[in-house]
Structures are given as structure tokens and as C-alpha cells.
């Protein structure tokens, strides 16, 4: 019986090859995410002055819009399938948290609709409500979810069981989506902010973003669920144990907060004495290592 030796941390370099196993094309990641979190972020920069949505719109969302389009045609990559679930869902969960929202509005008179006024920066016009819900959907509802899902690609979330997929979306659309729509009210010049910042909006506006991230997080699981674990970087042969170096999703099983596992060595741990499993704890920057 061989006894392994003790655990040994794996370096840098091979943790952002293991990132780079599941985006192999970082480049048309870099645009996807740059284009879905365009939207979001134009409203605060309408809301401060630094640029007007109808500006981003034209001179910016709508070219690059065309670059990635040509190359979806003319030169697909897989994370072309991930982008569209997470465009498809994002669109879900926004539903989903219009279902909450617009009764507290136009029922209960809770708060307003302050879409219509998104709508007048993007066509620059006073109002459009049209424009407004086009820009929440397509934009911010959207683009939110494009980015959750590329983001959950690359830390491996189909491993990860259904409940820490949806605490990372839920988390997600907290902070920094929440806490950045409130830091942007709270600060916004005199007559630019989107709503009164009061106990009611604050309690209705967070509990809409909870909505939003758990059917984001229901559809993010049920995607990879559906889809099953990444296959194998390419040129790699799982079936030689002695040889072998790849990342494998782990069932993480009741280990805490979603976590990355990467498997240094073979499969077969027996086969070679030096492999390890290293606990990566994603956000609070600490790590953990294990012995056999």
C-alpha cells in the first residue's frame, strides 16, 4: 500500500489554466461580458452626467452589438451557447421580478415606474416607457444574466448542487447589482435620482432582486444541470490515470460556500503518491489544502 505525501498548493499559473480549460476563448468572453454589463452600468453614468444613454447606445452597444453577431455567424464558440442561456434567463428572471414589482406600483402606489424616464435618456425624449422596458429586458435584465452565466462558467458552478448555484445569483444581484442601484440613487445629483430612497423602496427594490436572482440561479442550475459537467480540455487523455493533469468538478457535498476543487494528478489518486486536492474558497481569498 503506497502512503501519500502531504498535500502541496498549486501554483498560480495552474489555477488560471484551469480558468482558461473552461473559457478557451478569452477574447470573445472579454466582449460578451463588456457589451451585457454596458447597460447597467450607462445608467449610472446617464444618471452623473458622464455619458448619455442615447449616446452609449448608438456610438458604442449597437457597433459592438454587430462585431459579436458576425462572429456568433461566422466563427461560433461555445461560450456562444452559454451567453444565449444566460440572455434567455436573465429575460426570465426579470419577468419574475416585474411580477412582484408592478403590482406594488401601479396596484398599491408603492413607489413609481421610473422606467419611462430610462426610456426618454435612451431616445432623448421625456418620457419612454417603450425605450425603458426594451433598455430593462434586453439590457439590464439580460445582460445581468450573460454575465452571471459566463461568470459561473469559469469558476465550474456545474458541479455545484442546485442551492449554491442559487446563493451565488441571489448573492450576485445584491451586491454589486442592488447595493450599486442604491449607491447610485443615494448619490445622484439633485433631480437625476431614479426613485426616493426611503424603508419602502429600499425593502421593495431588494426583495425584487431577490426574486430576479433566484429564478437566475434556478436557471443557471438547470442549464448545466441539463448540460452535465464541461468536457475535457482538448488533446488531454483521461484514460491514461498515470499521466493525466486536468481540473474535475467534485460534488462538494455539505463543504460550505461554493468553492472550486481542482484535482492535481490522476484520477486514480493511488497512482501517484504526489497528487493532492486543493479547496479554493472563491471569495474569501483564503485557502485550504488536504491530505489523503
Not at 36 to 57: D, K, N, Q
Not at 199 to 219: D, I, P, R, W
Request: glycine share 12%.
Amino acid at each position: 500500500m503506497v502512503t501519500e505525501q502531504p498535500a502541496r498548493l498549486v501554483p498560480i499559473p495552474q489555477l488560471l489554466h484551469a480558468v482558461s480549460d473552461r473559457i478557451p476563448n478569452p477574447a470573445r468572453c472579454c466582449l460578451y461580458l463588456l457589451l451585457a454589463s454596458t447597460p447597467l452600468l450607462a445608467v449610472s453614468a446617464e444618471v452623473f452626467g458622464v455619458v448619455s444613454l442615447r449616446t452609449v447606445s448608438s456610438a458604442f452597444l449597437l457597433p459592438l452589438l454587430g462585431i459579436l453577431a458576425a462572429l456568433v455567424v461566422f466563427n461560433p464558440d461555445r461560450i456562444d451557447r452559454t451567453a444565449l442561456s444566460g440572455f434567455a434567463w436573465g429575460l426570465a428572471a426579470c419577468a419574475g421580478y416585474d411580477a412582484f414589482r408592478l403590482p406594488s406600483v401601479y396596484l398599491l402606489h408603492l413607489w413609481g415606474d421610473f422606467f419611462g424616464r430610462i426610456g426618454g435618456w435612451a431616445t432623448g425624449t421625456s418620457s419612454d416607457y417603450l425605450a425603458g422596458y426594451l433598455w430593462r429586458y434586453l439590457g439590464d435584465g439580460a445582460g445581468i444574466g450573460v454575465v452571471v452565466f459566463i461568470l459561473a462558467s469559469a469558476l465550474g458552478a456545474a458541479s455545484w448542487p442546485r442551492r449554491r448555484v442559487v446563493g451565488l445569483t441571489v448573492a450576485f444581484a445584491v451586491c454589486p447589482v442592488w447595493a450599486g442601484l442604491v449607491l447610485t440613487d443615494g448619490l445622484a445629483p439633485a433631480g437625476r435620482a431614479l426613485f426616493p430612497l426611503d424603508a419602502t423602496t429600499l425593502a421593495l427594490s431588494l426583495a425584487g432582486h431577490l426574486v430576479y436572482g433566484a429564478v437566475l440561479g434556478y436557471g443557471l442550475w438547470l442549464s448545466q444541470h441539463r448540460a452535465g459537467p464541461s468536457p475535457a480540455p482538448a488533446g488531454q487523455d483521461l484514460s491514461d490515470a498515470g499521466r493525466a493533469q486536468w481540473q474535475v468538478p467534485v460534488d462538494m457535498g455539505e463543504l460550505g460556500p461554493p468553492v472550486i476543487w481542482l484535482a492535481t494528478g490522476p484520477k486514480d489518486r493511488s497512482a501517484c503518491p504526489q497528487s493532492a486536492l486543493v479547496r479554493l474558497k472563491s471569495w474569501c481569498g483564503c485557502s485550504r489544502w488536504l491530505g489523503g
